[in-house]
Nanobody, 129 residues
């Protein structure tokens, strides 16, 4: 089992920046998908950025390309990880609850798919106005 705890959300003006962090602990993070999702009331949760632990290649939703940067680092020898999301040039449409997610890699399920993720944090609110 993996525990995920997000931090770093808040209120920011249009054009501002925020950095979200997610500490992953529990079971060793081996071959995993890790990502950030966001959700606003009455809308489906949408993927924002993803990074497989095996390759380090990053993927972004078109709406955030060039403005958001996802990164991951191992924090200790027991498999702990920290996932970060640097958000720049924020827009009102970036407002939402942001969730950190992780899931074991499965054949045929890309890290860009919601189905790839079985572990979720409680979320951190981002408000852009």
């Amino acid at each position: 089992h993996v525990q995920l705890v997000e931090s770093g959300g808040g209120s920011v003006q249009v054009g501002g920046s925020l950095t979200l962090s997610c500490v992953a602990s529990g079971d060793t993070i081996g071959r995993y998908c890790m990502g950030w999702f966001r959700q606003v009331p009455d809308r489906e949760r949408e993927g924002v950025a993803y990074i497989p632990t095996t390759s380090g290649i990053t993927y972004y939703a078109d709406s955030v390309k060039g403005r958001f940067t996802i990164s991951r680092e191992n924090t200790d020898d027991s498999g702990g990880n920290t996932l970060s999301l640097v958000m720049e040039n924020l827009k009102p449409e970036d407002t939402g609850m942001y969730y950190c997610a992780a899931g074991e890699r499965r054949l045929g399920v890309p890290c860009t798919a919601l189905a790839a993720y079985g572990y979720w944090g409680r979320g951190t609110q981002v408000t852009v106005s």
